[in-house]
Protein backbone atom coordinates (compact mmCIF):
# COMPACT_ATOMS: atom_id res chain seq x y z
CA UNK A 1 0.00 0.00 0.00
CA UNK A 2 1.27 3.10 -0.86
CA UNK A 3 2.22 5.77 2.02
CA UNK A 4 1.89 9.37 1.84
CA UNK A 5 3.32 12.14 3.49
CA UNK A 6 1.99 15.99 3.03
CA UNK A 7 3.98 19.44 3.16
CA UNK A 8 3.73 22.75 2.39
CA UNK A 9 1.53 24.05 4.77
CA UNK A 10 1.86 26.81 6.54
CA UNK A 11 0.44 30.44 7.92
CA UNK A 12 -0.28 33.04 4.89
CA UNK A 13 -2.37 35.92 4.90
CA UNK A 14 -5.60 36.40 2.85
CA UNK A 15 -5.04 36.89 -0.51
CA UNK A 16 -1.65 34.77 -0.73
CA UNK A 17 -0.49 31.43 -2.14
CA UNK A 18 0.76 28.33 -0.85
CA UNK A 19 1.65 24.72 -2.92
CA UNK A 20 1.22 21.35 -0.40
CA UNK A 21 3.13 18.52 -1.69
CA UNK A 22 2.46 14.95 -1.14
CA UNK A 23 5.21 12.42 -1.64
CA UNK A 24 4.46 8.80 -2.29
CA UNK A 25 6.29 5.75 -1.65
CA UNK A 26 6.36 1.96 -1.66
CA UNK A 27 3.76 1.71 -4.45
CA UNK A 28 3.53 2.31 -7.97
CA UNK A 29 2.39 5.67 -7.53
CA UNK A 30 0.67 5.84 -11.42
CA UNK A 31 -1.10 3.26 -10.37
CA UNK A 32 -3.03 5.58 -8.14
CA UNK A 33 -5.83 8.30 -8.66
CA UNK A 34 -4.96 10.78 -6.24
CA UNK A 35 -7.07 13.29 -4.17
CA UNK A 36 -6.74 16.40 -1.50
CA UNK A 37 -9.14 16.87 1.31
CA UNK A 38 -9.24 19.02 4.52
CA UNK A 39 -10.66 19.01 7.66
CA UNK A 40 -11.71 22.44 8.90
CA UNK A 41 -11.85 23.24 12.54
CA UNK A 42 -14.77 21.26 13.96
CA UNK A 43 -16.26 20.11 10.51
CA UNK A 44 -16.29 16.85 8.64
CA UNK A 45 -13.18 16.60 5.98
CA UNK A 46 -14.11 16.95 2.82
CA UNK A 47 -12.90 16.39 -0.26
CA UNK A 48 -11.41 19.34 -2.25
CA UNK A 49 -9.88 18.29 -5.39
CA UNK A 50 -8.97 15.11 -6.95
CA UNK A 51 -6.55 13.68 -10.37
CA UNK A 52 -6.27 10.68 -12.57
CA UNK A 53 -3.83 8.71 -12.77
CA UNK A 54 -1.49 10.10 -15.53
CA UNK A 55 -3.03 13.64 -14.14
CA UNK A 56 -4.56 14.29 -17.54
CA UNK A 57 -8.18 14.86 -16.10
CA UNK A 58 -8.66 16.93 -12.62
CA UNK A 59 -12.40 17.67 -10.60
CA UNK A 60 -12.77 20.18 -8.24
CA UNK A 61 -14.95 21.49 -5.62
CA UNK A 62 -16.95 24.17 -6.12
CA UNK A 63 -15.35 26.32 -3.19
CA UNK A 64 -12.11 25.92 -4.58
CA UNK A 65 -13.12 25.84 -8.08
CA UNK A 66 -10.95 28.81 -10.26
CA UNK A 67 -8.21 28.89 -7.09
CA UNK A 68 -6.73 25.75 -6.67
CA UNK A 69 -4.79 23.70 -8.79
CA UNK A 70 -4.12 19.98 -8.65
CA UNK A 71 -1.33 18.29 -10.91
CA UNK A 72 1.17 15.40 -10.10
CA UNK A 73 4.04 14.61 -11.61
CA UNK A 74 4.14 10.61 -11.86
CA UNK A 75 8.35 10.96 -12.05
CA UNK A 76 8.51 12.05 -9.05
CA UNK A 77 5.75 9.97 -6.80
CA UNK A 78 4.57 13.29 -5.89
CA UNK A 79 0.85 14.96 -6.13
CA UNK A 80 0.70 19.10 -5.96
CA UNK A 81 -2.21 20.97 -4.87
CA UNK A 82 -0.91 24.68 -6.06
CA UNK A 83 -3.50 27.00 -3.79
CA UNK A 84 -4.18 31.13 -4.74
CA UNK A 85 -6.38 33.43 -3.77
CA UNK A 86 -6.52 32.06 -0.18
CA UNK A 87 -9.15 32.81 2.30
CA UNK A 88 -9.89 32.74 5.96
CA UNK A 89 -12.50 29.59 5.06
CA UNK A 90 -9.51 27.81 3.78
CA UNK A 91 -7.94 27.29 6.40
CA UNK A 92 -8.17 23.56 7.84
CA UNK A 93 -5.90 20.58 7.79
CA UNK A 94 -5.16 19.11 4.39
CA UNK A 95 -4.66 15.54 3.25
CA UNK A 96 -3.32 13.74 0.70
CA UNK A 97 -4.93 10.29 -0.60
CA UNK A 98 -4.83 7.15 -3.15
CA UNK A 99 -7.18 4.91 -4.55
CA UNK A 100 -6.90 1.94 -6.91
CA UNK A 101 -10.35 3.07 -8.22
CA UNK A 102 -10.99 5.42 -11.66
CA UNK A 103 -10.91 9.33 -10.25
CA UNK A 104 -13.99 9.79 -12.51
CA UNK A 105 -15.96 7.47 -9.96
CA UNK A 106 -14.84 8.18 -6.62
CA UNK A 107 -17.14 9.97 -4.41
CA UNK A 108 -16.35 10.42 -1.20
CA UNK A 109 -13.06 9.67 1.30
CA UNK A 110 -14.54 6.04 1.71
CA UNK A 111 -13.17 5.51 -1.59
CA UNK A 112 -9.36 6.13 -0.63
CA UNK A 113 -7.36 3.84 0.87
CA UNK A 114 -4.16 5.67 1.70
CA UNK A 115 -3.72 8.57 3.49
CA UNK A 116 -1.51 10.97 4.40
CA UNK A 117 -0.84 12.71 8.20
CA UNK A 118 -2.00 16.31 7.29
CA UNK A 119 -0.63 19.41 6.77
CA UNK A 120 -1.83 22.62 8.70
CA UNK A 121 -2.89 25.57 6.39
CA UNK A 122 -3.73 28.94 8.22
CA UNK A 123 -4.79 31.74 6.37
CA UNK A 124 -5.47 35.03 8.39
CA UNK A 125 -7.75 37.78 7.56
Known amino acids: QVRLVESGGGLVQAGGSLRLSCAAS????????MGWFRRAPGKERKWVARITRNGGITYYADSVKGRFTISRDNAKNTMYLQMNSLKPEDTAVYYC??????????????????WGQGTQVTVSS
Open 97 to 114: AATVRLASVVRSEADFTS
Open 26 to 33: GGPFSSYA
